[in-house]
């Protein structure tokens, strides 16, 4: 698509240490966590918009962070036949160890009038970030319609995996 401007926005800060536009290096802190706002208590409300600044713009922040040491980020697209997006659907991970599998992790993709939209690289429609390395089955059961898939997860990496029902 091209170069589209990228914003983060940083909310319910409490207060700030940096400038708007200022370059920041990895590590550094621009702000503690507050309650500002609309926020029940202190925390950080973290959206990153591409293309324009607004929140219809918001895509998974998870896929434009680092993953924390020995894990890595799974990005899922789910599609009917017809190439349509399931929403709300449920997906779960399994650890593949040896020959059983063992629950890791479930997300559920995004609903098509939410706020959040597939980030315009990925085209994902649901992220699970935080996935410890090795080797994984991503499963979904959607209208009673079973798929899956195997992968590995690598450290420091974001997976892509697209599964497509029969309807």
Do not use: M
Request: hydrophobic content about 40%.
């Amino acid at each position: 698509e091209g170069n589209l401007d990228v914003y983060v926005v940083y909310g319910h800060l409490d207060q700030i240490s940096v400038a708007a536009g200022q370059h920041v290096a990895a590590g550094v802190q621009v702000a503690e966590a507050g309650s500002t706002g609309i926020a029940l208590g202190p925390h950080l409300h973290l959206e990153v918009r591409v293309g324009e600044n607004s929140y219809a713009n918001a895509v998974n922040p998870a896929l434009w962070l680092k993953p924390p040491d020995g894990t890595g980020t799974l990005a899922l697209r789910l599609l009917t036949a017809d190439r349509r997006t399931w929403d709300g659907a449920e997906v779960t991970l399994f650890r593949v160890d040896g020959s059983s599998r063992v629950w890791a992790g479930e997300l559920a993709t995004y609903q098509t009038a939410g706020g959040i939209q597939g980030d315009p690289a990925w085209g994902e429609n649901g992220v699970l970030a935080g996935v410890p390395a090795g080797d994984y089955y991503v499963f979904a059961e959607v209208d009673g319609e079973e798929v899956g898939a195997e992968i590995t997860i690598r450290a420091g990496e974001t997976t892509f995996i697209e599964l497509t029902t029969r309807e």
